[in-house]
Every structure is written in C-alpha cells, then in structure tokens.
C-alpha cells in the first residue's frame, strides 16, 4: 500500500491531493476560470503565476484535509508532461523540492495517465484490460489501457479536441467559456434533431472511414455557417436548439467510435475521462449503446473528470507500488506520447 501527496498544475487547475491507493485522503482543486474567463481560454502567463499564488495554501489544505503529516507519506508526485509548460513547472518543481526535503521518493506523472486512473478512484473492482475514452479540452482518444503504464492509442481527433469543439461553439454563439457546461445545460431545453450536423467522419485513402478517428471541425464549420446564415436573415439564434443538435452530434460520434472499439478488440469495459465526461447527452448516448452490446460503461464523479490532483496520486501510488520512481532531474515536456509513459520511471534503488 502506497500514500502519495501529488501536485497537479498542468493547466488552470491548482490542485494537491493525498491518496492511499485508490482511496482518497483529500483532494483540494483551485480553479482559476474565473481569472481567464474574460479571455475567453487559458492565458499560460497568468496561469503560472496562479499556480506560484495557491500552491502553498492548497498544499497545507491537502495536508490538514488528509490528517496526516510527512511521516505518513510514502512519496511525492507532479504532473510533468504533457501541459502548459510554465503552468508544469510550479507544480514539477514543489513536488521534487518537497521530496527531497522530506527524503521521499518522487514520481513524475504523464497527466493522460492520471485522467486514465481516475477512474479507479470510484471503481474498486475495476483492472485493466478496459478500454478509455478520455475527452477533455486538450484530447481526444480511445486508449487500450493492458497495464499500468502500457497502453496503446486506437483513436484520436484529426483536429479539435471534443472539449475545445465545445468551448469554439460556444465562442462563437457568444455564450461565454468554458462552453461545455454552459452548451449542455442549454441543450437541456433544445430539441436535438433541430438540425441535422455532420458527426466527423474521417475518410481512409483507400476509401471508407476510420472506425476509430474523429474530426470536429467540419461540425464547427456547420454551426459556424448556419450561425451566419440567421445572422444574415435577422433572425433570434436559437441557441437551445442549435447546443442540442451540436451536443447530440459529438455525443453520436463518440459513442459510436468507443463501442466500436471496445467490440473490436473484446473488450467488455468502457471507463470514461475528462472534463466532457460529464456531459449529458455523451452519457445517455454511450450508456444507452453500451446496455444494448452488453458493455460496462464507467463514470466517474464529476470531481474526477476534470483535472484534480487525486487522479495523479492514484497512478502514482500504483507506479510506486511496481518499485517505479523518477529521477530528481526530471524535466517537463508540453507534448508527449502515452506510449513514453515509462521513459519517466527506474527501479527504485
Ligand atoms: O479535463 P478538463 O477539465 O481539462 C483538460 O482539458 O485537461 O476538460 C475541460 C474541458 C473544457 O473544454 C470544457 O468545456 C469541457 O471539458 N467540459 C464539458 C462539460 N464540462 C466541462 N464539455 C461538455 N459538457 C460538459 N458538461
Ligand atoms: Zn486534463
């Protein structure tokens, strides 16, 4: 059994959270939309210094939240790739200074492996083989997860990540950011055969779609042209009808690539992360698909899918669990493969 403290500072969550395998101790989030709403998107500079402001605080909250003190801490972790790179930095450096102060081990985390086990968190009695689908504002896949630190990329967007797709749509009917939420609260009250939109298909050279792929930016374009189109006719945008028919196209899209997955490669689970998870209609959409293949289909609190530091601890305990840890000169990297996911681990000595 492993008790890590990790530090999560990828993007514009501050986040530190004390897990004992898979249970957690705390977990205290820091968000700072409020700072980069009126930019409409995340301002890296202002994030990074965010992260330099909260970190202390957020750090002594995990600590008191958890009751436990540095002897019952069996390691240090950070998120350290892939992310914003100042915004990485903060959180790389506190944890690594933090480990070697308090003489623990220290494990660089890779944030896609953290939003994998968050799932985890809320599913005891989940192991891998299962298949992920990890949707948040910077991607878009579906990952074989085999082991803890093996894992195989079957399919990702050809463009926009299902997040930003979200957050682009809502830009450009002047609904605010993040969109997600605000798009499926709207499309709560919208009918979603309003209009017909394309799903984003993506062609083969040899004719034919990739089963796995997706692309979100021929469905932008779509609400893109009719937006202009009643704009041009001086008509009321009928936001509610146009969130819905935008929400359900992803949502079919998804749905259809993450079954078609799980069925091809005899895969009988479906775990779900990232702050689209938990969008409405994705849910209904893939549970609905999933009771008709006889598939099991995970959700995790709300809490889980958007960037916490609980998820990076609990991927973390597991890595320290396998004797894995990182060495002190440990860099960040803004982009990187999960299928590099133990270039970042040695054998503990
Ligand atoms: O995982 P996350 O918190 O951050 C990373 O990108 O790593 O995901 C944020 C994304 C944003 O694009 C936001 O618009 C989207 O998740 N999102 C949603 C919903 N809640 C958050 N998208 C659709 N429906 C939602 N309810
Ligand atoms: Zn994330």
Known sequence: ???????ETSCDETSVAVVRDRTVLSNVVSSQIKTHQPYGGVVPEMASRQHVENLNWVLARALEEAALDWDGIDGVAATCAPGLVGALLV?????????????KPFLGVHHLEGHIYASYLSSPDLFPPFLCLLVSGGHTSLIYVKDCGDYQTLGETRDDAAGEAFDKVARLMDLGYPGGPIIDKLAKEGDPHAFRLPEGQVSLPEGGYHPYDSSFSGLK???????QKLRAEQQELPIQDLAASFQDAVARALTKRAIACAL???????AIGGGVAANSGLRQHLQAA????????LFPPLKFCTDNAAMIACAAAEHLNRGHVSPLTLGVRSRMPLTEVMQLYQEAS
Do not use: P, S
């Open 290 to 297: 999933a009771e008709t293949h006889n598939l099991r289909v």
């Open 91 to 103: 959180g790389l450096t506190a944890g690594k200074t933090l480990a070697l102060l308090h003489n």
């Open 221 to 227: 374009t779509a609400v893109l042209r009719l937006t």
């Open 1 to 7: 059994m492993a008790t890590v403290l990790a530090l």
């Open 264 to 270: 091809d490669y005899g895969l009988d689970t479906i």
